[in-house]
């Protein structure tokens, strides 16, 4: 959403939710671009659709480290959620070079239930970003491009 600085600005979901304003002010993810997921298939995945695993995603947005854990640890208790991969960009071993600096954590999720079953969705694995609120105040729309120019020198 939109603060009165220019910047994002954070809320609770407890505190959005039923709120039609700050509901309204929440950035829902976008399903990744058709180009950019071709892209993505034919340079870092050999055209093997199955490991395109980030074309529906959302971020979730935490004040700490410890909000993020917490998180991870209830996605993983839930019995309708299965964790099928997980990058920890915050781990101090992870060479942040490969990002451009850029951390987070993120897990690809199947969601089986009765619900995701008979949509027939229940194969289909998402991506849930977890970021700290320090790397989300400057994830922009100029970083992105600096992200992006990154990731295309790269090749990938």
Not at 13 to 20: H, L, M, S, T
Not at 57 to 62: A, L
């Amino acid at each position: 959403g939109g603060g009165g600085g220019g910047g994002p600005r954070f809320v609770l979901w407890e505190d959005a939710k039923g709120n039609p304003q700050l509901e309204g002010d929440i950035r829902w993810g976008k399903l990744k671009s058709v180009s950019r997921a071709v892209e993505k298939l034919l340079r870092s995945y050999r055209e093997d659709v199955s490991r395109l695993l980030d074309v529906c995603r959302q971020s979730i947005v935490f004040d700490t480290v410890e909000d993020l854990t917490a998180c991870v640890q209830a996605i993983a208790a839930d019995q309708d959620a299965t964790i099928v991969r997980c990058k920890n960009r915050l781990d101090p071993g992870y060479n942040s070079f490969l990002s451009a600096g850029y951390r987070d954590v993120s897990l690809n999720v199947r969601i089986h239930n009765q619900q995701s079953a008979s949509l027939g969705l229940d194969a289909h694995v998402c991506e849930v970003l977890l970021l700290l609120k320090s790397f989300a105040e400057i994830k922009n729309e100029q970083g992105h491009k600096r992200y992006t120019a990154f990731r295309n020198a790269r090749g990938e």
